[in-house]
């Protein structure tokens, strides 16, 4: 009798571990199908903003003047009518504003990457500000001397012939990013083969490169790219992907912008500096590609 039960006894201890191991197995082939695997890809996204800047305290300084204007208001570009023409067309498609990326996945949830932030910022024109400083034009100087004289915080009326500036083509920021991606269908055990819903946020730091349209005391304009500061920002956003192929996202992203040498007329000796926060909203469509 006691060896029948001591049989027993190990046949259900034998059957107990298989079944625990094959349940192991089942947990483990179950989390490999919603287990979503991005080390190795590389993505490529192209897309368009809006954005908003604060108030900008802007400096102009050259030969025999150097004024300053104080919390200058400024907006964004959204004049391109939106359509095939100017949105998708290779041939014009840097008209709008525009976002574009290439990076790589280095981690199943981590990527970097570098990008290019195409955003447009114009001084609003003809508004009431208050300048300080002086301007002292000679007749052998390039320019106006209608606006010599001593700014003690006088409220001025901003006309394009005294000061105009505009980074429209554009306020170009090329930086790198590090970004943290999680899809929150592994929660609920979605195939992300077929569809992911990722949430994603990231760092970036780079330079801006704008070409400044700008015009001050009545020179001659100056129209040109010119390395003139740096950025830093932060991102957030929502990455819907198909397919581990195809993908949208949409991203609140703001920062910080320094540009202190900004050529402000065709005269070389011409500079104008600021400084300003901006905040981006943007949509991007964009694809995955495995590499190994």
Request: hydrophobic share 35%; no cysteine; proline share 2%.
């Given at each position: 009798?006691?060896?029948?039960?001591?049989?027993?006894?190990?046949?259900?201890?034998?059957?107990?571990?298989?079944?625990?191991?094959?349940?192991?197995?089942?947990?483990?082939?179950?989390?490999?199908?919603?287990?979503?695997?991005?080390?190795?890809?590389?993505?490529?996204?192209?897309?368009?903003?809006?954005?908003?800047?604060?108030?900008?305290?802007?400096?102009f300084s050259g030969n025999n003047y150097n004024f300053t204007i104080h919390n200058a208001t400024a907006s964004d570009?959204?004049?391109?009518?939106?359509?095939?023409?100017?949105?998708?067309?290779?041939?014009?498609?840097?008209?709008?504003?525009?976002?574009?990326?290439?990076?790589?996945?280095?981690?199943?949830?981590?990527?970097?990457?570098?990008?290019?932030?195409?955003?447009?910022?114009?001084?609003?024109?003809?508004?009431?500000?208050?300048?300080?400083?002086?301007?002292?034009?000679?007749?052998?100087?390039?320019?106006?001397?209608?606006?010599?004289?001593?700014?003690?915080?006088?409220?001025?009326?901003?006309?394009?012939?005294?000061?105009?500036?505009?980074?429209?083509?554009?306020?170009?920021?090329?930086?790198?990013?590090?970004?943290?991606?999680?899809?929150?269908?592994?929660?609920?055990?979605?195939?992300?083969?077929?569809?992911?819903?990722?949430?994603?946020?990231?760092?970036?730091?780079?330079?801006?490169?704008?070409?400044?349209?700008a015009k001050i005391l009545n020179k001659d304009r100056h129209d040109a790219f010119h390395?003139?500061?740096?950025?830093?920002?932060?991102?957030?956003?929502?990455?819907?992907?198909?397919?581990?192929?195809?993908?949208?996202?949409?991203?609140?992203?703001?920062?910080?912008?320094?540009?202190?040498?900004?050529?402000?007329?065709?005269?070389?000796?011409?500079?104008?500096?600021?400084?300003?926060?901006?905040?981006?909203?943007?949509?991007?469509?964009?694809?995955?590609?495995?590499?190994?």
């Amino acid at each position: 009798m006691n060896k029948i039960t001591t049989l027993i006894f190990l046949f259900l201890i034998i059957g107990k571990n298989k079944t625990i191991a094959q349940d192991k197995v089942n947990t483990s082939n179950q989390k490999d199908k919603t287990e979503t695997k991005n080390k190795g890809k590389i993505y490529f996204y192209w897309g368009w903003n809006t954005s908003n800047y604060s108030n900008s305290t802007i400096n102009f300084s050259g030969n025999n003047y150097n004024f300053t204007i104080h919390n200058a208001t400024a907006s964004d570009k959204i004049t391109t009518p939106i359509g095939y023409k100017k949105y998708i067309n290779p041939a014009n498609m840097t008209i709008p504003q525009t976002n574009a990326r290439l990076g790589y996945y280095f981690h199943d949830h981590w990527n970097a990457s570098i990008g290019l932030d195409h955003m447009k910022y114009v001084m609003d024109q003809f508004q009431t500000a208050k300048v300080s400083g002086e301007i002292n034009l000679t007749p052998q100087d390039e320019g106006t001397m209608l606006f010599n004289g001593i700014y003690d915080n006088k409220d001025t009326y901003l006309w394009k012939e005294f000061a105009s500036l505009e980074h429209t083509d554009g306020l170009n920021y090329v930086h790198l990013e590090i970004a943290r991606v999680d899809n929150l269908g592994e929660l609920v055990h979605i195939n992300p083969n077929k569809v992911q819903i990722n949430i994603t946020e990231g760092f970036g730091a780079g330079v801006l490169i704008p070409k400044t349209n700008a015009k001050i005391l009545n020179k001659d304009r100056h129209d040109a790219f010119h390395l003139a500061g740096y950025g830093l920002s932060l991102k957030g956003g929502i990455n819907i992907t198909f397919f581990n192929k195809f993908f949208i996202q949409t991203e609140i992203k703001g920062g910080f912008i320094n540009l202190p040498d900004v050529r402000a007329s065709a005269d070389r000796s011409d500079r104008a500096k600021h400084s300003f926060f901006f905040l981006q909203r943007n949509i991007t469509l964009g694809g995955t590609i495995q590499l190994f």
